[in-house]
């Protein structure tokens, strides 16, 4: 009898259609509407595998419903939708999409970054509202971004790859980290520095960090009085990173000029939020690796994982620690 597989939104049909030749595969066929609680807690009872988004919360509660459950395949980096601890202890392997990404996330981190420096979208939505009249000096002048200092919080493979296009504008990278990386600080030609200090020093600071309980709330009150007056806050990592409320007043009492957002403590945002009120904040719904061809390679790659686990292949993007061809050593 051959193991099952629930999708838990509609993904393309070539992907779908690679699983089914091995497994039976459910998949929810909607693209813009999330599975039901009701409907993903049927599910995961009933399969063998899981093939989820983040708009999932795969939690403990969840998981003891998962009787016969052997892998959660996350079709994204990021995984702190899902309980991995949990997972673990039921013998559960916890899956991701990591590399496939990187380079695409970076290209919209740097769009986002000179979008909010130089106001384009307000400058677009100006010229569509019919208010441009006549050129003059000052109109919709934003920040250089060329010759300036970028402030990276976190450099994994993405804050990597940023450092690269920001050396194309001719940027001075500083970067603070969990662990210093001296290699990269001598490959790239940036420099360490701590939190406090990288605040107060950077012009544009981008947020490239993991979301964790320890950098839950990371940049709040306290952070944003240590930016300059001119500084650009960019966040494509966590939401729960920046406290939005601060960032809220932050912008309102001009401690800091402004922000580019693709992440959001709620996701979706609501239309009222604060934040959708500010004309110097961008945001975006969420689509720091969204072109087509990365999309489909982070499907790919889900679509691999969860096969792998099953068949009790190895399998290289596990979470879990001590997980190997299909058992949990403990």
């Known amino acids: 009898m051959k193991k099952r597989i629930f999708i838990t939104r509609k993904i393309p ?3 779908k259609s690679g699983l089914e030749q091995d497994f039976n595969v459910e998949m929810w066929e909607e693209e813009h509407i999330p599975v039901p609680i009701r409907i993903l807690e049927e599910k995961i009872s009933q399969c063998d595998g899981l093939f989820c988004l983040l708009t999932e919360q795969i939690d403990a509660q969840l998981l003891e419903k998962a009787k016969s459950l052997k892998v959660i395949s996350n079709m994204a980096v990021g995984f702190n939708n899902i309980d991995v601890e ?3 202890k039921h013998g559960i392997a916890v899956t991701n999409t990591p590399g496939v990404l990187t380079e ?9 970054l000179m979008a909010t420096a130089r106001r384009i979208p307000e400058a677009e939505q100006y010229l569509r509202s019919g208010e441009w009249e006549t050129w003059s000096p000052m109109l919709l002048t934003g920040q ?3 010759g300036t200092t970028l402030g990276l919080i976190g450099l994994g493979r ?8 920001a050396k194309g504008f001719g940027m001075k990278v500083i970067y603070t980290s969990r662990t210093q990386k001296p290699e990269v600080e001598k490959q790239l030609e940036i420099t360490y520095k701590p939190l406090d200090d990288l605040l107060q020093r950077a012009d544009f600071i981008c947020v490239m960090t993991p979301y964790t309980k320890e950098t839950e709330n990371l940049i709040s009150t306290e952070q944003f009085n240590l930016m300059k007056s001119n500084a650009i806050l960019i966040n494509t990592a966590r939401g729960g990173i920046v406290n939005e409320e601060a960032l809220v007043e932050a912008i309102q009492t001009k401690k800091i000029w ?3 957002l693709d992440v959001f403590e709620s996701e979706p945002i609501s239309k009222d939020d604060p934040l959708l009120q500010l004309p110097n904040v ?12 990365t999309r489909m390679r982070m499907a790919r790659l889900a ?3 969860v096969k792998k686990v099953l068949l009790e292949e190895d399998c290289h993007y596990i979470l879990n620690p001590n997980y190997k061809n299909g058992a949990m050593y403990r």
């Not at 695409?104 to 740097?110: E, G, I, Q, R």
């Not at 993405?158 to 296009?165: E, P, S």
């Not at 975006?284 to 969204?290: D, E, Y």
């Open 258 to 260: 402004g922000a580019g």
């Open 282 to 293: 961008v945001t975006l719904p969420h689509i720091g690796s969204a072109s087509i061809q």
């Open 86 to 88: 949990t997972a673990t």
């Open 104 to 112: 695409t996330t970076a290209d919209l981190t740097f769009a986002l």
């Open 303 to 305: 679509a691999e994982n």
């Open 158 to 165: 993405i804050g990597t790859a940023v450092v690269k296009r």
């Open 13 to 15: 049909a070539e992907i």
């Open 144 to 146: 250089d971004i060329w």
